[in-house]
C-alpha cells in the first residue's frame, strides 16, 4: 500500500505562484512513477505532469508547458509540482497519484492523494 498526502493549495492571484507537494509513505517511493492530475468543476479528471522514478523524465499536459515544472526528492519520499503563472483556467482540485506498473505502455496510476484545490482568482 502507498499513501500519498498532497499540501500546498490554496487562493492565489493570477501570474502567481504556488507550489504543491505530495508526501508518499508505506511502499518504495523510488520505484514509482509518479504523476499530478487536476480535475475542475464539470471537466474529467486529466494528467498536468508527470515523473519517471529516477527524475531524468518528464512529461507536461500542452496547457501547463512551460509554466509548470515536476521533481521528486527520493530521499524525502515527496513529489513537487511548481506552478508559475498561474490563470484562473488553472483552478481545479490537484491530485497526485502513484504508479508501479506499466499497461498498455503508459503508468498505471494506482495509488491516489486525497487532493489539494487550487483557486486562481482574475
Known amino acids: 500500500q502507498v499513501q500519498l498526502v498532497e499540501s500546498g493549495g490554496g487562493l492565489v492571484q493570477a501570474g502567481g505562484s504556488l507550489r504543491l507537494s505530495c508526501a508518499a509513505s508505506?511502499?518504495?517511493?523510488?520505484?514509482?512513477?509518479m504523476g499530478w492530475f487536476r480535475q475542475a468543476p464539470g471537466k474529467e479528471r486529466a494528467l498536468v505532469a508527470a515523473?519517471?522514478?529516477?527524475?531524468?523524465?518528464?512529461y507536461y499536459a500542452d496547457s501547463v508547458k512551460g509554466r509548470f515544472t515536476i521533481s521528486r526528492d527520493n530521499a524525502k519520499k515527496t513529489v513537487y509540482l511548481q506552478m508559475n503563472s498561474l490563470k484562473p483556467e488553472d483552478t481545479a482540485i490537484y491530485y497526485c497519484?502513484?504508479?508501479?506498473?506499466?499497461?498498455?505502455?503508459?503508468?498505471?496510476?494506482?495509488?491516489w492523494g486525497q487532493g489539494t484545490q487550487v483557486t486562481v482568482s482574475s
Open positions: 497519484a502513484a504508479a508501479y506498473t506499466v499497461v498498455a505502455g503508459r503508468p498505471s496510476y494506482d495509488y
Open positions: 515523473i519517471n522514478w529516477s527524475g531524468g523524465s518528464t
Open positions: 508505506g511502499r518504495a517511493f523510488s520505484s514509482a512513477h
